[in-house]
Nanobody
Framework: QVQLVESGGGLAQAGGSLGLSCASS????????MGWYRQAPGNKRVLVAV???????TYADSVKGRFTIARNNDKNTVYLQMDNLKPEDTGVYYC??????????????WGQGTQVTVSS
């Protein structure tokens, strides 16, 4: 069982920056993909950014050029640096980890979520 613990987040003004961290209970080298998802009130959970085990990164169009995802294999941690924040970035941010066998998802794990609020 993989446990993910998020930290960071909080309140920021538009144009400001925040950083999120997600610590994994297992080696991130064993996880095929790790990422961050956001859920705003009344909305579905949506992808923000993911990073594959090989380092390839995928971002939602709304955050490209503003957010950066990174993983530190030695610390078993994934980070999300959020710059030039906008009010629409507000929501609960969840860390996610997935394991694969070939292309089939064999494990799908979530953290408890951390609140990010951006004021205008």
């Amino acid at each position: 069982q993989v446990q993910l613990v998020e930290s960071g987040g909080g309140l920021a003004q538009a144009g400001g920056s925040l950083g999120l961290s997600c610590a994994s209970s297992v080696s991130v080298r064993s996880l095929g993909e790790m990422g961050w998802y956001r859920q705003a009130p009344g909305n579905k959970r949506v992808l923000v950014a993911v990073i594959a085990s090989g380092g390839a990164q995928t971002y939602a169009d709304s955050v490209k050029g503003r957010f950066t995802i990174a993983r530190n294999n030695d610390k078993n941690t994934v980070y999300l640096q959020m710059d030039n924040l906008k009010p629409e970035d507000t929501g609960v941010y969840y860390c996610n980890a997935r394991t694969f066998r070939l292309t089939r998802v064999t494990g799908d794990y979530w953290g408890q979520g951390t609140q990010v609020t951006v004021s205008s």
